[in-house]
């Protein structure tokens, strides 16, 4: 291999101290003896115990998680349907004003999203809690899981939907046998698209939520405005943790699929 | 021919089992259809020839009930087809990009129509094995579309549409990846299928052999219209145009004008100074109307000196020589300036070939070796 010329180590180590020094010194003083933030004063564990006794952080932090899981569940149904349709509904009226309609959410501030959707669940009514938060993180995640789709979609050779039709298939059949399967990836990036958007959103989900339900990145945030305080060190950390695992995971086992598939496909050609 | 040969377009009793009537695509502006009406019999093994972009997979679409005819009605068994849809028309259809499903093996593609049918299970694998078995690719049942060649592809399409034993197949060019060999004996296993199954096909081919060898008739197709549908010995020999002539096979057109000269007799002057053409031709034409002589390569002999009998004569000079293995075109050139040419079997080797550049020769027909057309 070709050693890496001085100039691209200076660049690649600046560019990753940029990104993760911050992170790197939440960590570190999240396990600070002291409560001053910014004073080093021996290495502890105690704030993540005590986080562990602080009932309104945990229950912020499953909040998050359901109306995570529920909300691009949802968002990723609702956008791979909006995106089939568009891409391959033929010609019906609107069709353009539709196509503009569902991006438009993603270059909306989110501050007049979430103000509509406040302004639309008092309006009808609607007591807010989990309900109302994965409704709102639905509406604009949506948006994007069908970008990502339909964007697979337009690529897809519609032959192959033809000749399962021609096969026999009723157009459902040829939807879940052969058109899901092969966008499957392009739905699962949605969907983890949307997941993220959901766990960090800030905004929107101040506007929608209510005294019964706050997510984390409200706690956090409330909680910061009183001071920076180890327990939300600690909090951040396990978050980054959890992360960092998940991407870990997830390279792992695409890793293990590639090895498999290749595996097969040597077994498949010596057979 | 013996008098049982299958030939139901001419029995006036029989009903086809398609029939397209006045049948009209548009795509926009663009018409790739043009009011065309044909028949396709029960049994029939029904070539499509064409130039590229002429209509002929948007005529199958039709069938399979991709594309909806812009005018005229498509009739399948007495029924019109227009409200069925493609996956309850007892027709299938091998694609033109042979449209595999590349998340699914070679085995699953093969078994994807058989599964819908809801077939028991051990008859679909019987049916699979059947399949792979003659398309030879027994080795590849576990491999994915991409894990074989372009050939192999192509034998999986045709399997895939052969294994539900269709009433009416529709194949867009699908022995085209394959080599020499393997094409000849998959073309006489489609022969064979329908003598078996008396499967109907419709069949696009660039093919020309192809076409003679498999066709109970083949239609020539040219900008979306038909232009001649006949059994092929008489597309090859008969010809109703220049067009067709031109387009399948090979030819020589003499332009001239006719002169009638008895009952389907005709003396084409065609160059001054140089004798009529004696020609005898069905198609009828009037005293100096202007007509192209269409005639064979391999009806034209070649000779050193003027042979006594001919209808027809014509002296040149040897201008190039195609040698193709078992036997050598000759291009002649007439002191015209028309080049014509001449086809001889090698019955000698090479090195003891009678004529060489440069010769003068003598060329010459019978009076019943071409046909006249008129355009
Ligand atoms: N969906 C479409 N929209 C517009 N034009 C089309 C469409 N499909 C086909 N055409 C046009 O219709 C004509 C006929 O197309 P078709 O695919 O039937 O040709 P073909 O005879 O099968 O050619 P080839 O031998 O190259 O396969 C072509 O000129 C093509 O450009
Ligand atoms: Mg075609």
Redesign the pocket.
């Given at each position: 291999m070709n050693r890496m010329s001085w100039f691209n180590a200076v660049s690649l180590t600046l560019g990753f101290a940029f990104l993760y020094i911050p992170m790197v010194i939440l960590v570190i003083f999240s396990f600070n003896e002291s409560k001053l933030v910014t004073v080093w004063a021996g290495f502890s564990t105690k704030w993540y115990g005590e986080l562990l006794q602080n009932d309104a952080f945990l229950n912020a932090a499953w909040v998050t998680l359901k109306v995570a899981v529920f909300s691009s569940t949802l968002a990723t149904v609702l956008g791979t349907i909006a995106a089939y349709v568009l891409v391959r509904g033929g010609r019906f009226m609107g069709r353009t004003l539709f196509s503009g309609m569902i991006y438009a959410p993603l270059v909306m501030p989110e501050v007049i999203t979430g103000l509509s959707l406040l302004l639309l669940f008092i309006g009808i009514g609607l007591d807010r809690g989990v309900f109302t938060i994965v409704l709102a993180h639905t509406t604009f995640s949506m948006c994007y899981v069908s970008v990502v789709v339909s964007s697979r979609l337009v690529t897809f050779d519609r032959s192959l939907e033809e000749a399962a039709l021609d096969l026999g298939c009723s157009a459902s059949e040829a939807f879940r046998l052969v058109t899901l399967p092969i966008i499957a990836p392009a739905v699962i990036s949605g969907w983890l698209l949307a997941f993220t958007l959901s766990l960090d959103d800030l905004v929107i989900a101040s506007f929608t939520s209510g005294p019964s339900a706050t997510t984390l990145p409200i706690k956090i945030f409330s909680a910061v405005r009183l001071g920076v305080s180890p327990e939300i060190n600690a909090l951040s950390t396990i978050m980054i943790s959890i992360v960092t695992v998940g991407v870990i995971t997830a390279s792992l086992v695409t890793k293990h699929q590639v090895a498999k598939q290749k595996r097969e496909e040597m077994e498949a050609v010596r057979s | 021919m013996n008098t049982s040969a299958f030939e139901p377009w001419n029995d006036p009793e029989a009903k086809p089992l398609i029939h397209f009537q006045n049948v009209t695509k548009r795509?926009?502006e663009?018409t790739?259809i043009d009011n065309l009406t044909i028949d396709i019999y029960e049994r029939e093994f029904y070539a499509l020839l064409?130039?590229?972009?002429?209509?002929?997979?948007?005529?199958m679409?039709m069938l399979a009930g991709f594309e909806t005819p812009t005018e005229g009605t498509i009739h399948l068994a007495g029924q019109d087809i227009a409200p069925v849809p493609p996956n309850k028309r007892a027709v299938n259809m091998m694609f033109?990009s042979y449209a595999l499903f590349p998340h699914l093996s070679v085995w699953e593609n093969i078994a994807f129509g058989l599964k819908r049918e809801k077939m028991p299970k051990h008859d679909i694998g019987d049916r699979v094995e059947e399949m792979l078995r003659l398309t030879r690719l027994e080795k590849f049942a576990r491999r994915k579309p991409h894990q074989i060649s372009g050939g192999q592809r192509q034998r999986v399409a045709l399997a895939r549409s052969l294994a539900k034993h269709p009433k009416l197949l529709l194949l867009?060019?699908p022995l085209g990846a394959l080599d020499k060999k393997l094409r000849q004996e998959t073309q006489f296993e489609l022969m064979d299928i329908q003598e078996k199954t008396g499967t109907t096909f419709v069949i696009?081919t660039?093919d020309q052999e192809e076409a003679m060898t498999v066709a109970s008739r083949v239609a020539v197709?040219d900008h979306?219209k038909i232009i001649q549908v006949a059994t092929p010995d008489r597309i090859y020999e008969t010809p109703n145009s220049v067009y067709v002539a031109d387009f399948i096979g090979d030819v020589n057109l003499i332009e001239g004008t006719a002169k009638p000269n008895g009952s389907d007799v005709y003396a084409m002057s065609w160059h001054e100074g140089h004798a009529p053409l004696a020609v005898q031709s069905p198609n009828g034409f009037s005293d100096g109307q202007k007509c192209h002589l269409a005639i064979r390569p391999e009806k034209v002999s070649i000779s050193a000196d003027k042979p006594e009998t001919a209808d027809n004569a014509v002296q040149g000079k040897i201008l190039d020589i195609a040698y193709l293995g078992n036997i050598s075109t000759y291009h002649v050139e007439l002191p015209t300036g028309a080049v014509i040419k001449a086809q001889a079997a090698n019955t000698r080797r090479i090195a003891r070939r009678a004529f060489t550049w440069e010769d003068t020769v003598w060329l010459s027909w019978t009076a019943t070796a071409g046909v006249l057309l008129a355009e």
């Amino acid at each position: 291999m070709n050693r890496m010329s001085w100039f691209n180590a200076v660049s690649l180590t600046l560019g990753f101290a940029f990104l993760y020094i911050p992170m790197v010194i939440l960590v570190i003083f999240s396990f600070n003896e002291s409560k001053l933030v910014t004073v080093w004063a021996g290495f502890s564990t105690k704030w993540y115990g005590e986080l562990l006794q602080n009932d309104a952080f945990l229950n912020a932090a499953w909040v998050t998680l359901k109306v995570a899981v529920f909300s691009s569940t949802l968002a990723t149904v609702l956008g791979t349907i909006a995106a089939y349709v568009l891409v391959r509904g033929g010609r019906f009226m609107g069709r353009t004003l539709f196509s503009g309609m569902i991006y438009a959410p993603l270059v909306m501030p989110e501050v007049i999203t979430g103000l509509s959707l406040l302004l639309l669940f008092i309006g009808i009514g609607l007591d807010r809690g989990v309900f109302t938060i994965v409704l709102a993180h639905t509406t604009f995640s949506m948006c994007y899981v069908s970008v990502v789709v339909s964007s697979r979609l337009v690529t897809f050779d519609r032959s192959l939907e033809e000749a399962a039709l021609d096969l026999g298939c009723s157009a459902s059949e040829a939807f879940r046998l052969v058109t899901l399967p092969i966008i499957a990836p392009a739905v699962i990036s949605g969907w983890l698209l949307a997941f993220t958007l959901s766990l960090d959103d800030l905004v929107i989900a101040s506007f929608t939520s209510g005294p019964s339900a706050t997510t984390l990145p409200i706690k956090i945030f409330s909680a910061v405005r009183l001071g920076v305080s180890p327990e939300i060190n600690a909090l951040s950390t396990i978050m980054i943790s959890i992360v960092t695992v998940g991407v870990i995971t997830a390279s792992l086992v695409t890793k293990h699929q590639v090895a498999k598939q290749k595996r097969e496909e040597m077994e498949a050609v010596r057979s | 021919m013996n008098t049982s040969a299958f030939e139901p377009w001419n029995d006036p009793e029989a009903k086809p089992l398609i029939h397209f009537q006045n049948v009209t695509k548009r795509y926009g502006e663009f018409t790739a259809i043009d009011n065309l009406t044909i028949d396709i019999y029960e049994r029939e093994f029904y070539a499509l020839l064409g130039p590229s972009g002429c209509g002929k997979t948007t005529l199958m679409r039709m069938l399979a009930g991709f594309e909806t005819p812009t005018e005229g009605t498509i009739h399948l068994a007495g029924q019109d087809i227009a409200p069925v849809p493609p996956n309850k028309r007892a027709v299938n259809m091998m694609f033109q990009s042979y449209a595999l499903f590349p998340h699914l093996s070679v085995w699953e593609n093969i078994a994807f129509g058989l599964k819908r049918e809801k077939m028991p299970k051990h008859d679909i694998g019987d049916r699979v094995e059947e399949m792979l078995r003659l398309t030879r690719l027994e080795k590849f049942a576990r491999r994915k579309p991409h894990q074989i060649s372009g050939g192999q592809r192509q034998r999986v399409a045709l399997a895939r549409s052969l294994a539900k034993h269709p009433k009416l197949l529709l194949l867009d060019e699908p022995l085209g990846a394959l080599d020499k060999k393997l094409r000849q004996e998959t073309q006489f296993e489609l022969m064979d299928i329908q003598e078996k199954t008396g499967t109907t096909f419709v069949i696009v081919t660039h093919d020309q052999e192809e076409a003679m060898t498999v066709a109970s008739r083949v239609a020539v197709m040219d900008h979306g219209k038909i232009i001649q549908v006949a059994t092929p010995d008489r597309i090859y020999e008969t010809p109703n145009s220049v067009y067709v002539a031109d387009f399948i096979g090979d030819v020589n057109l003499i332009e001239g004008t006719a002169k009638p000269n008895g009952s389907d007799v005709y003396a084409m002057s065609w160059h001054e100074g140089h004798a009529p053409l004696a020609v005898q031709s069905p198609n009828g034409f009037s005293d100096g109307q202007k007509c192209h002589l269409a005639i064979r390569p391999e009806k034209v002999s070649i000779s050193a000196d003027k042979p006594e009998t001919a209808d027809n004569a014509v002296q040149g000079k040897i201008l190039d020589i195609a040698y193709l293995g078992n036997i050598s075109t000759y291009h002649v050139e007439l002191p015209t300036g028309a080049v014509i040419k001449a086809q001889a079997a090698n019955t000698r080797r090479i090195a003891r070939r009678a004529f060489t550049w440069e010769d003068t020769v003598w060329l010459s027909w019978t009076a019943t070796a071409g046909v006249l057309l008129a355009e």
